[in-house]
């Protein structure tokens, strides 16, 4: 499966965004997905991650209540809406999906989008 990430850009903080995570080649309702981050000089780091038919999700405390993760397997989409967004929020954000059930270690997903940039200004 191939995914395409898309819906980064520049906001200020208080702002929203949603981003979307397309797949191709593949139906993404054969993978359990979620969303990744990383920050210049930092680690990557969880976001959120969602079941296969979108029943179980789960956020990182950092993103709790301000960020939603959800999907539309008939489109073959996964979204990320992101409110409320803080300077700390700033990274490029990769969608992912595994084989195995969702998870919220990096390794442990099989193929990942390229990345789109999301950037808060404070």
């Known amino acids: 499966v191939q995914l395409q990430a898309s819906g980064g850009g520049l906001v200020q903080a208080g702002g929203s965004l949603r981003l979307s995570c397309t797949a191709s080649g593949r139906a993404l309702s054969s993978y359990a997905a979620g969303w990744f981050r990383q920050a210049p000089g930092k680690e990557r780091e969880f976001v959120a991650t969602i079941s296969r038919r979108g029943g179980r999700t789960v956020y990182a405390d950092s993103v709790k209540g301000r960020f939603t993760i959800s999907r539309d397997n008939a489109k073959n989409t996964m979204y990320l809406q992101m409110n409320s967004l803080k300077a700390e929020d700033t990274a490029v954000y990769y969608c992912?999906?595994?084989?195995?059930?969702?998870?919220?270690?990096?390794?442990?997903?099989?193929?990942w989008g390229q990345g789109t940039q999301v950037t808060v200004s404070s």
């Open positions: 992912a999906a595994t084989k195995g059930d969702s998870s919220t270690a990096w390794y442990e997903y099989d193929y």
